[in-house]
């Protein structure tokens, strides 16, 4: 009831034109009983080897009433568990839902609550887990200014501070993200436990949901979704911005290279130490998912390989990568309401294109 076959899927990849080495599952549709929306998805890696995906779900994206889910895939039987309730606020709905687990094991989740009848209006919450995502704490709210929201993993930096990538959005159109809107960053202590914020990051048309990677113990590089609307154009392109000081000041973003659809991208560094960029290849829609890699700090993306393509909306990567090496991502498409997983490593990448 919650997994479809993986070598039906595997042949419509293959058709599509993605590399050997990649392989799809479709794990949650709107058959699965919470609901027929099913957006964003994030996914970790326990420390028993189990995978976990989070999302929020419910009757649609502004419905009353959605809450955060979460399933565990058995390592032995490689099924997914029945997706569980894991976060709700009893007032208002919720919305993304990021779950991390920590180098000392304490399993975190952050999400969004939206008071309002916008995005603009949300707050972060978050719970932690000790006994690997089996039961959670209550909540607690990290961030209580308005507009503030999360999607992407954090990431540790060199001195163990965790760097967690959030953003401020404005406006007041569920159809357009405000020009003001900007990404920033909140900082945990490694030692005190307390939390702190980043500058701002402002662009020309705005900029959310930053995804970032360490180069080095100064040197940061953060990839970001630009703000406007979502009619097609050909002046969309996803921002950078880049930090010199470990992430606590960055730089004004500028238009990348990489075309962005007003959808979310997925950047990490990984234990090669080469870049990973996710995003979808467009302006005009959320297709092709694509994939591209930099061996060269960021120079340079000679590796590029769609992922998924074709008529339909493949959103919101979210991708991590395993203590085996392979690389886990979940994606969204058929109008959000179903939530895939691809699995594949880094050399299926530099084997199909360059």
Known sequence: MFARPATLLLFAIAASGAPPGVSIERVFGPETPTGRYKHPASIAELADGSLYIAYYGGDGEYAPGTGVFGSRRDRASGTWSKPALIAQDPFYSVGNAVVWQAPDGVVWLWYVVRPGDTWSSSRIAMKISRDGAKTWSDASVLSFEEGTMVRGAPIVLTGGDYLLPVWKETGNDREEVGSDTVSFFLRRDAKTGRWSESSRIRSRRGNLQPAVAELDRDHLIAYCRRGGDYKPTQDGWIVRTESRDGGRT??????????????????????????????????????????????????????????????????????????????????????RTVVHHAVFEESALMGASK
């Open 250 to 335: 960055w730089t004004p973003g500028e238009d990348s290279r990489f075309p962005n659809p007003n959808a979310a991208v997925e950047f990490l560094r990984l234990r090669s130490g080469h870049l990973l960029l996710i995003y979808n290849d467009s302006m005009t829609g959320r297709t092709p998912l694509t994939a591209a890699l930099s061996t060269d700090g960021d120079r340079t993306y000679p590796y590029k390989v769609n992922l998924a393509e074709g008529r339909n909306s493949y959103a919101y990567p979210f991708a991590t990568q395993g203590r085996d090496g392979r690389i886990h991502l979940v994606f969204t498409s058929d109008q």
